[in-house]
């Protein structure tokens, strides 16, 4: 066996788990703040992809632009469901599931009749591609592994250094204290919605230019990250990047020398980690 | 023991009526499918309600459909079983699988174990799908028979060859599974499940065993989840590991949320209401997952308590005015 059967791998699952790090973020910010599993977020992944997609390869929009286009444009998307839908669930279990369910029905099929229902490819936004020790990687790829690293790292200093983010964590802790002591839990919440559908419109928007794009591509993207906040420790920042780059590698490996069963890695990890460690690997006891 | 007000009686009788002459009112072999189709539904949501009373929400119950429908299938078609004997096995062997992921995932609750049980019903139908032999991998099991007639020598032989006497089949074994269900949760078990459903830590402490009642729910709803998943193969012919996907589980769990869940009509008028409305969609089937979103999550955050609650508290009411109506009269 060459070296660089073992070496591709871990680039490509160092990239796809960075990317995949934003989505997680995204879904355990919602989760732990307004305790709404938000089941349409893979949706909110895919509207980002669109955006990127008609902007940068339609309507020849600088491609950063683009992409903090798809934050903006998701993250408005959020807001508006967030009001109508997630808030008069008010967190209980059921209705919100049930939201969850509706809303991705609702995007899916919205996105389908609007964008078509075939899968479509956009050009290489940098063409180039670097390789050393034998290894191709391309720009695009290099690009969105940097993007994705800027982004986690401001989502950090967002949440533990500025004053909105340490409310969103007070929210978190302890919603009525944080309400007492005169943090408006309504616009912070709002806020945090915001924050977790932008960065599944990063997410979408950064794998635009590498994967396809189709409106149905929201369904394992939200399965991909369900199993990140799990295997993390739902709530936890770093374990939300841990378990993305172990979910990223995981993948990688296991398309190389398994294939189609590697299918079945996020449910198994779920599964196991429910059932075995229910806080996760960074998580705290509930 | 059943004891039945003459005024249920009398609607159990009407119902009964109603669904006997079905055949008769629709000559439609295509409408007969999808009423029969419907039946299996309500079989469906009403299983995956009767677990939600202990509080555990499952979206993972196609799998359990899976199972069953895969097992009788495979035992047919490659084994040449006899039909009943295949149902027994496939609604016992349900049963035995639920019985072991049951123990093992009923610990977790809320949220986590419907992400728990959304993994598991996926991976059940990765299994299948990528399991060849008896299986049939991707392709699943095509071309079954119809059931075995049942013959009883020298009086009559019942053959279910035709659609109407599959209705009649599917329509025995939906209400024996409504009936048990519903008989269960009137029971003294059935006070158990809500009340470990309204405060299990409670209900633990006054020395309920609260996973032995959580598990024998599950099992209960998992086996009439294979019965239907065995009914489907019988109506359809076939399965394949799209049959019954996570949507469809998640249609279960939104039958059950619209209908309400205070009692076994909210399945079963959730999933009657809501099959026959994706029926009147049909003309614009691109828009129909559209509809049906906004109708769910509008039935959700409107209607506290479902349909079933509304009819409840309309009742009352009628009833509160006639009660003042002849109050005054007198």
């Known amino acids: ?286 | 023991m059943i004891r039945l007000g003459w005024k249920e009686a009398s609607f159990y009788v009407v119902l009964l009526a109603v669904l006997i002459s079905v055949p008769v009112l629709f000559r439609n072999l295509y409408q007969l499918g999808v009423i029969t189709f419907m039946l299996i539904n309500v079989l469906l949501a009403v299983s995956c309600w009767f677990i939600m009373t202990t509080g555990q929400v499952t979206l993972g119950h196609g799998g359990f459909a899976a199972i069953g429908g895969y097992l009788s299938a495979a035992l047919i078609a490659r084994y040449g079983m006899n039909s009943w004997l295949s149902l027994l096995i496939a609604t016992v062997a349900a049963g035995m699988i639920a019985f072991i992921i049951g123990y093992i995932t009923l610990r977790i609750k809320g949220i986590y174990f419907i992400v728990a049980t959304l993994a598991m019903g996926e991976v059940i139908r990765v299994v299948f799908g990528a399991w060849d032999d008896p299986f049939g991998g991707l392709v699943g099991i095509m071309n079954l028979l119809p059931p075995n007639a049942i013959t009883i020598p020298g009086f009559f032989k019942i053959e279910f060859a035709s659609k109407v006497s599959l209705y009649y089949l599917t329509l025995l074994f939906v209400v024996i599974g409504i009936v048990v269900m519903h008989q269960l949760d009137r029971s003294p078990i059935g006070l158990v499940f809500s009340g470990i459903r309204q405060a299990d830590d409670l209900a633990e402490n006054v020395g309920i065993n609260i996973m032995g009642y959580k598990v024998l729910a599950f099992v209960t709803g998992c086996m009439f989840a294979g019965v239907a998943g065995v009914l489907y193969t019988y109506n359809v012919g076939s399965i394949q590991p799209s049959s019954f996907t996570v949507i469809q589980s998640a249609y279960y769990l939104v039958y059950v949320a619209v209908g309400g869940s205070i009692n076994v009509f909210g399945p079963i008028l959730g999933a009657l209401i809501l099959n026959i409305l994706s029926e009147f969609l049909r003309p614009i089937k691109e828009l129909e997952p559209i509809v049906f979103a906004l109708i769910l999550i509008g039935a959700v955050l409107l209607i506290k308590g479902g349909l079933i609650g509304l009819l409840e508290a309309l009742w009352r009411r009628t009833n509160e005015i006639t009660a003042r109506v002849s109050g005054k009269a007198i």
């Open chain 1, 1 to 286: 066996m060459t070296f660089e059967i073992l070496l591709q791998p871990l680039v490509y699952g160092l990239q796809t788990g960075l990317t995949y790090v934003l989505l997680a973020l995204g879904l355990t910010v919602i989760f732990s703040m307004m305790n709404v599993l938000n089941l349409a977020h893979g949706e909110f992944y895919m509207l980002g992809a669109f955006t990127v997609f008609y902007m940068n390869g339609l309507l020849k929009v600088n491609y950063f632009l683009a992409l903090a286009m798809s934050v903006v444009v998701v993250a408005v998307i959020g807001i508006f469901f967030e009001r109508i839908f997630f808030r008069p669930a008010r967190g209980e279990v059921v209705p919100t599931v049930i939201v969850g369910i509706g809303l991705m029905w609702l995007l899916q099929t919205a996105a389908q009749l609007l964008f078509g229902a075939q899968p479509r490819g956009m050009k290489e936004v940098f063409q180039g591609s670097v390789s050393f020790l034998n290894i191709n990687i391309s720009d695009s790829r290099i690009a969105a592994g940097i993007i994705s690293i800027l982004l986690v790292a401001g989502v950090y200093l967002f949440i533990y250094k500025t004053k909105q983010g340490k409310a969103m964590q007070a929210v978190a802790q302890d919603r009525e204290a944080a309400m007492s002591l005169g943090i408006d839990v309504g616009k912070i919440g709002t806020l945090g919605f915001a924050l977790g559908c932008g960065l599944a419109g990063a997410a979408g928007g950064l794998m635009a230019p590498i994967f396809f794009i189709e409106p149905t591509m929201g369904t394992t993207t939200l399965i991909k990250s369900l199993c990140i906040i799990i295997l993390g420790g739902v709530g936890s920042i770093p374990g939300a990047a841990l378990g993305g780059i172990i979910l990223g590698m995981i993948e990688s490996y296991g398309q190389t020398f398994l294939g189609y069963s590697a299918t079945t890695f996020p449910f198994l990890i779920i599964l196991f980690i429910l059932v075995f460690k229910r806080t996760g690997l960074m998580g705290r006891a509930a």
